[in-house]
């Protein structure tokens, strides 16, 4: 099955900065990829996500990048505040939309 | 999602016990999964549902059988429990299986004791 490679697992930037997040897929059937974040106590919520027909999505601060090629598809967020502060998980999924999680990164922003 | 039902949302078992999980979606989808997350494995598919029957079964043990008794509704019964099956249990809906987004309800936090 699918195996989903995420890092770095903790990453601490400073407001205002950009926080990146790589991701890392074995399966090349795989052709979507969510992201999503999900704050203590709380359930993963959507913030993302980019299709193998696409290279890139922008949606405010967030973009996120794929490259089929290499397998890898990466989360940018731009001008972070402390309200990214948060952990997110990359996804991929095949046809039958069983989605294989990252093992997490934990973002903290420092104000 | 507040269109995402799970109920409990805490439940606290004894070792040996059986519980259900329940879960109802009141966005018109007509897929429905189950993931479980603990400390150990962050995200863990567990089932998905299309249209009330079985699309992928991720579970190695028969203790864990959903049940699909309408269309938006997707139960999680497990049985003889064990205290490794503590866990936040997340209920996921998406509009068809295939390349859809997927929304999670708010999860039932799961102890064993």
Known sequence: GEQ??????????QEGSSASINCSYEDSASNYFPWYK??????PKLI??????????????????LDK???RFSLHITDTQ???SAMYFC???GGNNKLTFGQGTVLSVIP | DPKIIQKPKYLVAVTGSEKILICEQYLGHNAMYWYRQSAKKPLEFMFSYSYQKLMDNQTASSRFQPQSSKKNHLDLQ????KPDDSATYFCASSQVSGY?????????RLTVL
């Open chain 1, 69 to 71: 090629k290499a397998k």
């Open chain 2, 78 to 81: 497990i049985t003889a429990l």
């Open chain 1, 48 to 65: 993302i996500d980019i299709r193998s027909n696409m290279e890139r999505k922008q949606i405010q601060e967030l973009i996120v990048l």
């Open chain 1, 82 to 84: 402390p309200g990214d």
């Open chain 1, 4 to 13: 989903v490679e995420q890092l770095p697992s903790i990453l601490r930037v």
């Open chain 2, 100 to 108: 859809a987004e997927q929304f999670f309800g708010p999860g039932t």
């Open chain 1, 38 to 43: 999900q704050e203590p106590g709380e359930n």
């Open chain 1, 91 to 93: 996804a991929a999924t």
